[in-house]
């Protein structure tokens, strides 16, 4: 038999994805010398540390980060002793935007196998100003994070219960935002739809983590204390968030009624999230879920007090996947990046061209729309579900 | 069919049939309510302590005055308000003597806030399926809206106060109890002069014999019964009844910071002098035009009209008037709420409502403006001509339709079209 040439349909179809990532990796590449001041001032001292005093340094308590950071810090500098600080310490978040990428092309499969959404729902989190600005340039390390969630969500989608908690324990044990999407999860386990003893892999992925620093000499306690004094390190109502918190004077008159009330809010908001997916009737179908956790990652850090700009990072993300399930929500991911790149501009450039008042009225608009979208379905539902009984 | 008028046994409650039973009551449901109620308990606690410009100028004084004073203080005009708040302080003063006294002039209307809370969970609860948790969801969302918030606990004003009258109102009216509600009307009109910018409504639907006129007898009895306490004190009757009178000379602003039209001028003293009795005149207008919609709707009217007209009142009569404060829009706040779970599809109206309030309130609280006043007079302006357009279409005599499907009661009349 004849071995035929691939066509040219087929190259192409090929070359696309290739291209997208290089063009991803290009933009990237052109970012990497910039140094902001959370790097002089965190993540190079971090870095030094680690390459001075190599694996006996994790005895000590010289950053204020949980760990699986650091020791994925420790693998790039064991691995590439020579790279620039300020490029080594970006690895790890640039490789972090890919998986999430990888993640947010799995979900999309999930409903349409056979469109390029998912393809282009990759290139939207790749090209997204906020996962560009926040590894590339920055050196933050919120993609890390935010890919596990994102890896979470796949595999809840898939009604993959353990690999779901371990990739959400993950995302725990690097940050304590993780926590925004705990609505979510709690809503799912009072429907049924997730089982009670796979969330116990949480506080042992969590615990795991800190092994390696217990066994390099860190106290225990001092190990368990790192959240709660990330906590309790800024008095703030926002740093720079585009939050709720945004329309009240962040000065000491008013912090202290506020920063209790911002708490209040918040468990007020997740138990009605939580109250709202209860009460969803029906199966829930994979969009549908899909909103709801972009729901509680929006909602719960907009009502929490302290929170950083960059704490909308996850939402970002997630508004790119929903607009791909549901394109009718076209609003959410351009409100939603819109207002991320503006929030970034204070610490990243100095400068404020929108208000942040303005900025919070923007995430307040993205909240109202997805809860209206959502609020109808469960009404629509609810109807079809009687109309069903009468039939019965 | 007609419509039959609000208040009859036999309306119908919109929904039920074709959601009856359908959204199961579980313990989830229970425990997230109670506890979100615990939580707007401590909201009020965390943020109580705050005193404010107001509080140092008048609550301070007023209560100090009654406390170390007494029933007596009552013979003299040493508040400004219209006695029964003032009643209340005394009581307080009186039985709870060691109360804290930014917590003491607070305490009123944050049993009213309850007691807000309570009516809209059963206004709601007239007009929704049984077994839905709307009721209590209104109920949650009218307790935890940021001006109902920062109005009764952070700032310590008493609109409360005045919108449980008015729910109270409501609710009767609703039920057809109309001698309560008339008497619920009074209370509101005795804590707060702001109730009479439902008078319009009332008297046409009393005219027009939509209600009974008599009960309304019952108000102006219950706001002398109101002063009578302070006429045995021995305060001149006169100096009583010119209190609302009083008030309404005390300051010479065209606005003060309310996102009313006069927010369109500028604040100086030639343009009030100019303006102030246009603006009154306006007012006067603007309740004129709602008497006549009210008296010449040719349906009768049911629950959802009634809320619509009355949310209406508390719009546009504050809206047109001069010298309104900021926070004269909070009936039209607690209304909007009652009206967007009465018409879920528009969810819209309390957003704006409610937004424009606790934006208008920084000018004075935090003492900043985070939005300029004419921009949320705007707001105001577009919620007013979408709220009177609804109003119409909804008052057009179309023949009873089926819900809609994304929503219940979504724009009945648009349906039809």
Redesign the interface.
Known sequence: VKRRLPSWQTVLDALIPVLGIALALAVRYTLLDFKSVDYFSYTKPWYLTLKSSGFAGFGADFSNYNLPYLYVLYVVIRLLPDAAPWVAIKLPSIAADFLAAWFAFRIVRLQRPHSSAALLAAFGILFAPTVILNSAYWGQADSIYACALLGCLYFLLRRQDFPAMLLLGIAFAFKAQAVFLAPFILGLL?RGELRWRSTLVIPAVYLLALVPALAAGRPLLDLLLIYPAQANQYERLTLHAPSALA???DTGR?YP?FY??GL??A??GA??L??GM??Q?GKMSLDLQSRWALAAVVLTPFLLPKMHERYFYVADLMSIVVVFLRPRLLALPVLMLTVSFFAYQPTLFGVEPV?M?ILALGVLAVI?ILF?DI??EI??S??A???N?AVK | MTTPAFGSKDEPRTGQSSTRNLIPSNWVAHAALIVCVALALALRYVLIEFRSVDFYASLKPWYNAIRSEGFSVFATDFSTYNPPYLYMLYLIARFFPSTAVVWAVKIPALMADGLCALLTYLIIRQESPQRSILPQMAALVFLFAPSVVLNSAFWGQADSLLAAGLLGWLYFSIRGRHAVAAICYGVALAFKLQAIFLAPVLLALALKGSVPWRPLLSVPAVLLAAIAPSWLAGRPLGQLLGIYLHQASQFEYITMNAASAYAWLPGSKQVFNDFYQAGVVLGLCAAFILFVVSYRNPRPPTTRHLVGLALVAFLAVPFFLPKMHDRYFYPADVLAIVYAFLFPARFYIPLAVVGVSFFSYQPFLFERELIPLPCLTGVLLVVLGILVHKMISDMRPTPDVALSSDFPDSDVGEAVR
Do not use: H, M, Q, Y
Request: hydrophobic residues 60%.
């Open positions: 009072l329309w009240i004077p008013f009624f209790p009330a209040i809010a468990a007020t138990i009605l939580v109250l209860v009460r009737p208000p008042s109202v209206r609020g109808a009404w629509s609810a109807l579900d009687s109309n009984r």
